[in-house]
């Protein structure tokens, strides 16, 4: 008797199992028992977009995914489709208008800063004239890079404007110092959201390769309002009065909102459509909540020790104190929560990044406000005695070298790739003007302080903007925010730092110098003679045999800020020697370099750059389409033919059977 035994099914079965089967247009899949189960709906654009900002950590691109110690992938700029044409131009003008506004009023206020502690009484102030308003705005600075990544880049960048037009009106028409560094403050608020929303939208509008040469421009506009600025502020000092100096902010601040409003269009990431809770909570209040405090405890006890009260006054202790456990914990949140952390630690710790923070810290400190925006308009009108008029023409040797050294180092970059070897050179040749200007004597020619600036400005220009573009270099295209934030929040806190410094040092110095020459300061040093009186009075009030002593004293005073301005500089060449060589050209690799070159192409011919993407982009779906169909033809030819040598070795069994 023949056994049976069960039928198994061949592998090589002609027929699928019914798991595997599904119709060739994916609308519905077999299940055992022949019910038609409709496949995952795939998700909407809307439900992703909501599902990234809710799970930022998610997306398989993000850097948390692939990072491996200190090391942050590349972005690929190559799927970006950068505006071109109008647009480009249009969003170009924007920045540079805004940037034109920012950079007018921060320099317009060194050739007036005399007259103003003259009308106010308040030498002692002059330190918080500068530090009040970047108090502000580094405070704020990295808090605004956040803003930009949750709202409306539009909405956020025309309240920065509003805050800064709020500020200057105040200013204006301020009664007393007291009301004038509020309004500083307040202006200083908007400056910061500015400068971030500047250093955002280039992100977004300009390829790497050419970032470089828009940024040198961006330089231009810098010199341009540095030319005009002190010129215009001298003017009205002189001839009007110095508060005419914020009073003209208002009409050109209104022109610069229209403008905005109007032209600038950036669409909306995906990121701003998620719920106001969410976007709250990844402002990181916490962390703020720490840095905010501590940058004011530490620059109010900078301000007031040694001039207010004593360095070992109980305040001044608890103020720096509390200013250091406040930072600290600062730090320790962003080691804590690293997905929410305003500043990243893995961005931080990159080693172009430290080294751009310490390059820009020590720039920020001796540039601005020791020996080019505070303390050598005083020099000029002090110890020179011209106008404030003059002393902003004198300011030319300077600000023109630098004009030139940013445009020439922009472009040079761009061509050549590497932002290096200009950061190098920048900050070494700035070391030596910074060195030559502590040479400056009472009888100092004309020669000599107009040679001295030009050095160090085409050093300035040269080095400028490195920092930046290495933040640009060597993150990912979504953290370039944050590290170009950080670039300039580190210029404006150690500016801020160093202002109150260079206040403090000059007032003490003043004090110790003029004991016995200045009639009220007595044996003993009072530092209230000397800081409750103008910058350019103190002179007025010592006798004519004296004056010679007062002006050699004076004029080393502010030698001695200019020497801590020299060893800043010094610094900043150990942070331009560690910069790591990238090279803005091989980001994004040839396919990066092909789209750009195709858009430039684009535009030559007078067609838009992105319709030729776009129809890159369905040459390739239609390509990718017929590979398909062919792989997708040559699969069923073959299933057809294993079917039938199947069928066949299964006939030739039965019949051998």
């Not at 699928?16 to 077999?30: E, H, S, V």
């Not at 204006?172 to 509020?182: D, E």
């Not at 920048?426 to 000599?448: F, M, P």
Request: hydrophobic share 45%.
């Amino acid at each position: 008797m023949q056994k049976k035994t069960a039928h198994v099914r061949d592998p090589s079965d002609s027929e699928p199992p019914p798991l595997l089967y599904a119709r060739r247009n994916g609308c519905r899949t077999n299940t055992p028992n022949g019910a038609d189960v409709k496949p995952p709906r795939p998700a909407q654009p809307a439900e992703r977009e909501h599902a990234s900002s809710e799970h930022p950590h998610a997306s398989s691109e993000h850097p948390d995914q692939s990072e491996k110690g200190d090391k942050l992938d590349k972005p690929n700029d190559a799927d970006v489709v950068y505006p071109t044409g109008l647009k480009l131009v249009l969003v170009l003008s924007s920045m540079f208008i805004g940037m034109f506004l920012l950079s007018l009023d921060r320099l317009i206020i060194s050739t007036a800063i005399p007259q103003i502690t003259n009308d106010f009484n308040s030498a002692g102030d002059i330190g918080w004239y500068g530090t009040a308003y970047l108090l502000t705005n580094c405070a704020f600075q990295l808090l605004f890079g956040k803003l930009y990544m949750v709202f409306s880049i539009k909405t956020v960048f025309l309240a920065s404007i509003f805050l800064f037009e709020v500020g200057s009106a105040l200013c204006g028409a301020a009664p007393t110092s007291v009301a004038f560094i509020l309004g500083r403050s307040i202006a200083g608020l908007g400056a910061g959201g500015i400068a971030a929303g500047v250093m955002v939208i280039i992100v977004y509008a300009v390829p790497l390769q050419s970032r470089p040469k828009y940024q040198g421009f961006f330089g231009a506009v810098f010199g341009v309002s540095s030319v005009i600025g002190p010129l215009v502020g001298g003017a009205f000092t002189t001839h009007v009065t110095w508060r005419w100096c914020f009073y003209m902010n208002l009409p050109l601040g209104a022109v610069v909102m229209a403008f905005i409003f109007l032209l600038l269009d950036i669409p909306d990431r995906p990121g701003t459509h998620i719920p106001l809770r969410a976007k709250v909570a990844q402002l990181n209040a916490l962390g703020f909540a720490a840095l905010l405090p501590g940058v004011v405890c530490l620059c109010l006890a900078l301000q007031w020790g040694g001039t207010t009260y004593a360095w070992s006054n109980g305040r001044i202790v608890a103020l720096l104190a509390l200013s250091f456990a406040l930072l600290i914990a600062f730090a320790a949140i962003q080691v804590w929560k690293p997905g929410q952390a305003i500043v990243p630690p893995r961005v931080f710790l990159q080693r172009s990044i430290a080294s751009g923070v310490l390059v820009s810290a020590c720039v920020g400190a001796h540039s601005s406000l020791f020996s080019t925006v505070y303390y050598l308009p005083v020099w000029f009108q002090a110890i020179q005695g011209v106008s404030a008029v003059d002393s902003g023409i004198h300011l030319l040797p300077m600000v023109l070298p630098l004009v030139v050294s940013s445009i020439a180092s922009g472009i040079l970059v761009s061509r050549i790739g590497y932002y290096t070897p200009f950061m190098i050179f920048g900050t070494s040749l700035t070391a030596v003007g910074a060195g030559l200007i502590t040479t400056l004597s009472v009888d100092a020619s004309a020669g000599r302080w107009a040679g001295f600036q030009v050095v160090y400005g085409f050093g300035m220009g040269a080095c400028m903007q490195g920092a930046n573009m290495a933040a640009q270099t060597v993150l990912p295209r979504e953290l370039v925010s944050i590290g170009a934030s950080l670039m300039f929040f580190s210029q404006l806190l150690f500016g801020a730092v160093f202002t109150s410094v260079g206040g403090n040092v000059l007032s003490n110095q003043l004090a110790s110098r003029l004991v016995g020459i200045l009639p009220g300061s007595g044996n003993g040093g009072d530092a209230s003679a000397v800081t409750g009186t103008g910058a350019t009075d103190l002179l007025d009030r010592v006798p004519a045999q004296l004056r010679p002593a007062a002006l050699e004293a004076y004029n080393d005073s502010l030698r001695v800020c200019f020497q801590v301005a020299l060893v800043l500089a010094a610094v900043s060449i150990i942070g331009a020697l560690t910069m790591e060589w990238r090279s803005v050209k091989k980001k994004g690799g040839e396919k990066g370099a092909a789209g750009h070159k195709a858009a430039e192409e684009g535009k030559a011919g007078g067609k838009d750059a992105s319709v030729g993407e776009k129809e890159t982009e369905a040459d390739k779906d239609r390509k990718g389409s017929k590979d398909s169909k062919d792989s997708k033809d040559s699969k069923d030819s073959k299933d057809s033919k294993d079917s039938k040598d199947s069928k066949d070795s299964k006939d030739s069994k039965d019949s051998k059977a």
